[in-house]
């Protein structure tokens, strides 16, 4: 049977060790150094056999630098207190940053590409298309190749560095609880807890340590939306601060604006969800509750019998689903101990169709986790389903990965359904939950920050974002 034991996940199916990675940079930057050969070729006439060769090493240096940067991601992921997994990080990050650099004239060379030299190279090329239109699509976007460069190092240093700054600060966070200190998973796991009392004191407590960094915690955010805006919007000149990311995902601003929209318009079917739940329930009606269970004694399943639990629900839609989990499960893919200074949240990483997928996830044995189970291995699933796709472009964007994992969370409230109705009924109301986490609540963080980053143009405090936030949650 798949791998069920609450564990850690087995790296060394990318790296055997940490000292292993200078051998692959070497490598790497071999590649980088026949790349940069072809740059005098690369020109709007430029023959296919040699775009072709490019390509190729290009396609070649994105699969073998992709196995030691998720190493270090994920060696750091598992305990972010880790020095040596953090000094990994940051050499393969200024790595990154270098190379990068050292070929950005294949980038900015192709984008400055007359229309009909692209399309003849893309014709002759079709499995490399969507890449090269989208790549060439970023022209009007562009910098100057110095400014690329400067923007290249500034994020190294810059937004980057704030980002592994607050996920350090936050993973160690503990939580006075019961009188003892636990992590923000086990504190979560309570915010669900049947005794209203004990998913009070939760959200209470997860409140008191974030209060405490408020002001550090601001000013982190309002640094990395400034960043944003200002190189996003002043310097590349789009038209919002959103428009970067409906660019990246292949969607239009309209039919972002329209999905806003219609959240708003129909966000009172969430709150009459959570009235009817309040009534049924008997579970008060306010922000303390909002994801109480509707059973009234505390439930737990062992990891195994979750395990197979999903499987199972894999197995009733595909042999095919279930045999890509288990090949997850098998490969001990999946770390999904609790533990104090790992990654909070869960997630499923792996941009190369090379590499079987890692999962995170902190199992604590309630109704959520199982949902996040099905819900990140239906990532995994997805991810081995596309790697038939060339490295260039197999990740999903985000609008398209998460109906995937959706899916997932759906065929398992199905199985359990068929399984047992009365757990199934307890799903289901998880499961509206999670609709109004993933729908309402995502709508109503998209409506904050496209605020947010309007007020941090003009010098917003932290308050004053606060103040803001419960303003528009009171909505």
Not at 94 to 100: A, C, I, P
Not at 137 to 165: F, P
Not at 330 to 340: A, L, M, N, P, T
Request: aromatic share 10%.
């Amino acid at each position: 049977m798949a791998s069920s034991k609450l564990s850690k996940w087995n790296l060394k199916d990318l790296l055997k060790k940490p000292g292993d990675a200078d051998h692959e940079i070497t490598k790497l930057l071999d590649l980088v150094k026949k790349i940069e050969s072809y740059q005098p070729q690369f020109t709007p006439s430029v023959s296919v056999e040699t775009f072709k060769t490019m390509i190729q090493l290009i396609e070649q240096l994105a699969l073998e630098s992709e196995c030691v940067k998720l190493y270090s991601q994920l060696w750091f992921a598992e305990d972010m207190q880790n020095q040596q997994a953090l000094a990994l990080k940051s050499k393969l990050e200024t790595l990154g940053t270098d190379m990068e650099n050292r070929l950005l004239f294949f980038s900015q060379t192709w984008k400055r590409f007359p229309e009909k030299d692209a399309e003849r190279l893309i014709k002759a090329l079709p499995q490399y298309a969507y890449y090269l239109r989208k790549l060439h699509q970023y022209k009007k976007y562009m910098l100057s190749n110095e400014e690329e460069r400067i923007i290249n190092i500034k994020d190294l240093t810059g937004s980057n560095t704030v980002v592994t700054v607050y996920e350090m600060l936050t993973s160690g966070f503990t939580f006075d609880f019961n009188g003892k200190k636990i992590t923000q998973e086990e504190l979560f796991h309570y915010a669900r807890d049947p005794d209203p009392k004990k998913r009070e004191g939760a959200y209470k407590a997860l409140y008191a340590v974030f209060q405490e960094h408020s002001a550090l915690l601001g000013e982190i955010y309002k640094a990395l939306a400034l960043d944003w805006n200002k190189e996003f919007v002043e310097l590349r000149k789009y038209s919002s601060s959103i428009a970067v990311r409906n660019f990246g995902h292949d969607i239009q601003d309209s039919t972002v604006e329209t999905l806003l929209n219609v959240c708003k318009k129909n966000q009172k079917l969430f709150q009459n969800y959570f009235e009817i739940k309040s009534k049924k329930y008997k579970i008060p009606f306010n922000r303390y509750h909002l994801y109480a269970p509707p059973k009234m004694s505390p439930f737990k399943m062992a990891y195994p019998d979750a395990v197979k639990l999903v499987l199972d629900a894999y197995q009733s839609f595909s042999p095919v689903f279930r045999t890509g989990a288990e090949k997850i499960l098998h490969e001990h893919h999946i770390d999904s101990e609790v533990r104090k200074n790992k990654s909070t949240g869960a997630f499923c990483a792996g941009e190369s169709p090379a590499i079987t997928p890692y999962i995170l996830l902190s199992y604590t044995g309630d109704l959520h986790s199982i949902n996040t189970l099905a819900h990140e291995l239906g990532h995994g699933i997805h991810h081995l389903l596309s790697s038939k796709q060339n490295v260039l472009y197999v990740s999903a964007v985000l609008p398209l990965a998460e109906t995937a994992s959706i899916f997932g969370e759906l065929l398992l409230m199905d199985h359990v359904k068929k399984l047992n109705p009365k757990l199934a009924q307890e799903l289901l109301v998880l499961e509206l939950d999670g609709f109004y986490g993933s729908i309402g609540r995502q709508a109503g963080f998209v409506a904050f920050e496209k605020e947010a980053h309007r007020m941090v143009l003009e010098h917003a405090s932290t308050e004053d974002l606060a103040k803001q936030y419960s303003k528009m949650l009171k909505q």
